[in-house]
T-cell receptor, first 114, second 120 residues
Framework: DTGVSQDPRHKITKRGQNVTFRCDPI?????LYWYRQTLGQGPEFLTY????????KSRLLSDRFSAERPKGSFSTLEIQRTEQGDSAMYLC????????????FGQGTRLTVV | AQTVTQSQPEMSVQEAETVTLSCTYD???????LFWYKQPPSRQMILVIR??????QNATENRFSVNFQKAAKSFSLKISDSQLGDAAMYFC?????????????????FGKGTKLSVKP
């Protein structure tokens, strides 16, 4: 297993278009998190899954954002009707349940909305 | 709500010297975890060191150690014998231990980061 992978690494889209990002966590990890990181800021929590259940989505930035993890394996994050303010790095992380378990991060998807 | 503050946007250190990165946090909880993550340019974030709040002993990982002051809500990272490969963004992060009792998301709360440069 090579760690958490995210696809694509970079995405340039026109304002108003929809985009979808994919995250493949470490295979045995049951928890999966999405974060957004803007320039000069630390990552900001968006949502998380335990297996296929999305247990927290109130932090998603607007109703244009949605995430799925249909079979408890990979996850997708979709942004509809993109805006320039959506330009950011979108990070995925996964971990096991348990005290102090490390969250492993992917390299992120950098979104640029033009 | 918990917050994490890193007051040093940038720091610089000479190779082989020691540098300390500062972090303070605010919480009303008594049990939690603190982390330092390293984010090299265009690379994924990796864990440097973690500290359980209920442990008084400061965590150490090779050249990396922390100074955890629970009463002061301070969690600084010391890097000894700095190497060129240590150059990166460093993020301090907090996680509630309620995660382990099913009462929280288990997500990390990050500071804004400190950019560390290492001079040869």
């Amino acid at each position: 297993d090579t760690g958490v992978s995210q696809d694509p690494r970079h995405k340039i889209t026109k304002r108003g278009q929809n985009v979808t990002f994919r995250c493949d966590p470490i295979s045995e990890h049951n928890r999966l998190y999405w974060y957004r990181q803007t320039l000069g800021q630390g990552p900001e929590f968006l949502t998380y899954f335990q297996n296929e259940a999305q247990l927290e989505k109130s932090r998603l930035l607007s109703d244009r954002f949605s995430a799925e993890r249909p079979k408890g394996s990979f996850s997708t994050l979709e942004i509809q009707r993109t805006e320039q303010g959506d330009s950011a790095m979108y990070l995925c992380a996964s971990s096991l349940d348990g005290q102090g378990n490390e969250a492993f991060f992917g390299q992120g998807t950098r979104l640029t909305v033009v | 709500a918990q917050t994490v503050t890193q007051s040093q946007p940038e720091m610089s250190v000479q190779e082989a010297e020691t540098v300390t990165l500062s972090c303070t946090y605010d919480t009303s909880e008594s049990d939690y975890y603190l982390f330092w993550y390293k984010q090299p340019p265009s690379r994924q974030m990796i864990l440097v060191i973690r500290q359980e709040a209920y442990k008084q002993q400061n965590a150490t990982e090779n050249r990396f150690s922390v100074n955890f002051q629970k009463a002061a809500k301070s969690f600084s990272l010391k890097i000894s014998d700095s190497q060129l490969g240590d150059a990166a963004m460093y993020f301090c992060a907090y996680r509630s231990s309620a995660f382990f009792y099913g009462g929280s998301q288990g997500n990390l709360i990050f500071g804004k980061g400190t950019k560390l440069s290492v001079k040869p």
